[in-house]
Structure formats: structure tokens, C-alpha cells
């Protein structure tokens, strides 16, 4: 079954402490993206890959590290996460970023909340 | 100015009506046009996509792209109450990979 999969799928944590949320695809899409969605502001973009050791800026990035080592897997990097990056996180990904009718298909979500 | 404004709602349409969606984009250079439908505590789901101005149908779904007037809308033909969802508009740029979102739109079909 073609899928976007993202762990965990909630998480409390403490302020300061790192953490990881893992997210793979077995599509073998070349663009995958990490968005946060918050009440009245919508969905956001934090980070976007094009393809393996390629990745740029969303328009929310300040706190945020990724990393493409290989093409499935996207991972999203807290370092010292803060109360303000409480939110709910999707992972997506698309076969590729930028041609027209591209489809994102998007991960179950990651609900986060930094105490 | 938002780059991407849609009415938060909730729009109201009773059962069997026709469903109208609208959003609007400030970037002129925007290529690609989105309609994802999300409902409550669920990932959003890609219904249409748009880049040529004029309208392009899909089942019981429209969408029309103007691009001298920037906007870009949505209409659902014989709502039913399983359409109730917020629905986001989403616009991409020429020769970019980012996404830009709107704030949604919540839609509710009566009964």
C-alpha cells in the first residue's frame, strides 16, 4: 500500500530536550516536505526536499534541522525544542516538487506538544 | 497582505446545493493551484489541481483558476453531508518547490 508514515504520532516533551520524528515513503517520490498546522494559521512549510542530499527552507524553518540521506526517508529534527513549536506536524511527499498536477499525498500527522 | 486568503467560515449549504469556495493569491508569478479537503484530526487530501485559467471539472467538482484576478475557487455540485470538511486552498510558484496554504475554509452540509 502506497504510504507516508510518520513516528511518532504523539509525543509530549520538555523544553530543551532533542527529539526526532521519522517520516518514510514508499513511493519512491523525490519530494517530500515537512508542514506545521496550527489553529488560524493554517498549514505551513517548514523544510522541502527535492531529492536526496537536496533540501531548502519552508517559510517556517528557525528551529528546525532535516536531512535526506536516502530518497524514503525525511526526518525532522528539534534540537531544543520550545513550547512555541507545539503544533501538528505532516509529513509529504510527491513524485516531483515542481511540475503542475503534482500530487502531495500526506502522513497521518504528528501531534506535539513541548511543556 | 496574506499570500494566500480564504474565508475561514463555517459555509453553510443545505444538502443537494452547490458548495462555493473561494481564494485568492497575491503572487502573480504563481503557477500551480490546489484544493485539499481536510477533515477533522485527519491529513489533508488533494481533490484538485488547477494551472490553466478556466475551469476544470471532476466529478462533482469544479475548480476555476483566474488568474488576472487572482483567485482561484472551488465548487461542489450536490453537497452531501460527508463533503463537512475544511477545505485548503494551496498555490505554488513558477519553477519553485515551495507550497503556499490558506487558512481554510470549513464547510458544513445540512441534513
Known amino acids: 500500500e502506497a504510504q507516508v508514515t510518520q513516528n511518532p504520532r504523539y509525543l509530549i516533551t520538555v523544553t530543551g530536550k532533542k527529539l526526532t520524528v521519522t517520516c518514510s515513503q514508499n513511493?519512491?517520490?523525490?519530494?517530500m516536505s515537512w508542514y506545521r498546522q496550527d489553529p488560524g494559521l493554517g498549514l505551513r512549510q517548514i523544510y522541502y526536499?527535492?531529492?536526496?542530499?537536496?533540501?531548502d527552507k519552508g517559510d517556517v524553518p528557525e528551529g528546525y534541522k532535516v536531512s535526506r540521506k536516502e530518497k524514503r526517508n525525511f526526518p525532522l529534527i528539534l534540537e531544543s525544542p520550545s513550547p512555541n513549536q507545539t503544533s501538528l506536524y505532516f509529513c509529504?511527499?510527491?513524485?516531483?516538487?515542481?511540475?503542475?498536477?503534482?500530487?502531495?499525498?500526506f502522513g497521518p500527522g504528528t501531534r506535539l506538544l513541548v511543556l | 497582505q496574506k499570500e494566500v486568503e480564504q474565508n475561514s467560515g463555517p459555509l453553510s449549504v443545505p444538502e443537494g446545493a452547490i458548495a462555493s469556495l473561494n481564494c485568492t493569491y497575491s503572487?502573480?508569478?504563481?503557477?500551480?493551484f490546489f484544493w485539499y479537503r481536510q477533515y477533522s484530526g485527519k491529513s489533508p487530501e488533494l481533490i484538485m489541481s488547477?494551472?490553466?485559467?478556466g475551469d476544470k471539472e471532476d466529478g462533482r467538482f469544479t475548480a476555476q483558476l483566474n488568474k488576472a484576478s487572482q483567485y482561484v475557487s472551488l465548487l461542489i455540485r450536490d453537497s452531501q453531508p460527508s463533503d463537512s470538511a475544511t477545505y485548503l486552498c494551496?498555490?505554488?510558484?513558477?519553477?519553485?518547490?515551495?507550497?503556499?496554504f490558506g487558512t481554510g475554509t470549513r464547510l458544513k452540509v445540512l441534513a
Open positions: 509529504a511527499s510527491s513524485l516531483q516538487g515542481a511540475l503542475p498536477s503534482k500530487t502531495q499525498y
Open positions: 513511493m519512491n517520490h523525490e519530494y
Open positions: 526536499s527535492m531529492n536526496v542530499e537536496v533540501t
Open positions: 503572487d502573480r508569478v504563481s503557477q500551480s
Open positions: 488547477i494551472y490553466s485559467n
Open positions: 494551496a498555490v505554488n510558484g513558477l519553477g519553485t518547490y515551495k507550497y503556499i
